[in-house]
């Protein structure tokens, strides 16, 4: 019969202490020797695992950083987002007020269908879209619109600059438009014009932008001044004393053109003036805005 073959380990704790046997079969060792293996195993296992923890955890808090910093970013967008909803939809109401000065408030026509909501009109507002794409496509149509509006104004102002409206002298209306006794005939006649009582050499003011196209005397008028002031525009100055101005010299609204005399057919110093529009004579007083 064969005798099973233990191991045995001895521990001696000191030079002088008691000496301690163990005795492990085979069996046991062996146990033993599966039990460390399977305790090495778990051990990598565990580092493993608790590395990949560690690191699923910091990246849960980089995570999770990011989301509150993107929802930070999301809630200033959203409040950055509404700014520009509202100041676009300022910036298209004065827009359309300006249309509407302009006289061009069908630029804001409604081509979906639905009514249209002009300015003033106390209709409801149509908000705008919130994606950033519809509101660069709204300020590039808002833009084009007001190009047009911009356009027209300018267009008005340069017709406001050659409308005769600012009386060329201040003074004392001897005469006015319409039917008259002439002065020199005592016989009834039609006034062509307005005549302005004022002191001799008085300075004669351009009421708007034009050019000058007879500065010559021409029987009863006297020294008599004609400004083209285009757009149908035509004014007349008569009985100067002088002239400020040459024939083709470009003049603009107040400046000096002449002084008022007592040339030609006339009783005392004055200034007659007339205003005529596409070929047909006008009460002047219709255009005199600061003055009578």
């Known amino acids: 019969m064969t005798e099973k073959r233990h191991s045995t380990i001895i521990i001696v704790p000191h030079a002088h202490g008691k000496v301690f046997k163990i005795q492990l079969s085979p069996v ?11 305790v090495a195993v778990l051990s990598v296992v565990s580092i493993v ?24 970013n999301n809630q200033r967008l959203a409040q950055t987002l509404t700014q520009v909803q509202t100041r676009l939809a300022q910036f298209e109401q004065r827009t359309k007020a300006l249309a509407i000065a302009a006289g061009v408030a069908n630029l804001f026509s409604d081509t979906s269908g639905a009514a249209p909501a002009v300015a003033g009109s106390g209709g409801p507002l ?24 911009e356009k ?22 001897t005469d006015g438009f319409g039917p008259r006794i002439d002065p020199v005939t005592h016989q009834p006649a039609f006034h062509d014009g307005l005549d302005i009582s004022v002191a001799f050499g008085t300075v004669i003011s351009a009421p708007a932008d034009g050019v000058v196209t007879f500065a010559d005397r021409d ?14 525009y035509t004014t007349m100055y008569g009985h100067l004393d002088r002239f400020l101005v040459k024939e083709g010299s470009r003049v603009t609204r107040g400046q000096p053109i002449g002084k008022v005399g007592m ?20 009460n002047p007083l219709y255009y005199i805005l600061d003055a009578y």
Do not use: C, M
Request: overall charge positive.
């Open 28 to 38: 046991l060792l062996k146990s033993l020797a599966f039990l460390g293996i399977a």
């Open 49 to 72: 695992a608790s590395g990949n923890f560690l690191r699923q955890r910091a990246l849960f808090r980089a995570l999770q950083s990011e989301n509150k910093q993107l929802k930070g």
């Open 126 to 149: 149509t908000r705008l879209a919130g994606e950033p794409e519809a509101l660069v496509r709204k300020q590039e149509q808002l833009d084009q619109q007001l190009a047009k509006v």
């Open 152 to 173: 027209r104004l300018s267009e008005q102002a340069l017709v406001l600059s050659h409308t005769p409206v600012v009386a060329p002298v201040v003074g004392v209306i």
């Open 219 to 232: 029987s009863g008028y006297g020294r008599l001044l004609k400004i083209n002031h285009g757009y149908g």
């Open 263 to 282: 040339s030609g057919r006339t009783t005392g110093p004055h200034l007659h003036y007339e205003v005529w529009k596409d070929g047909e004579k006008q």
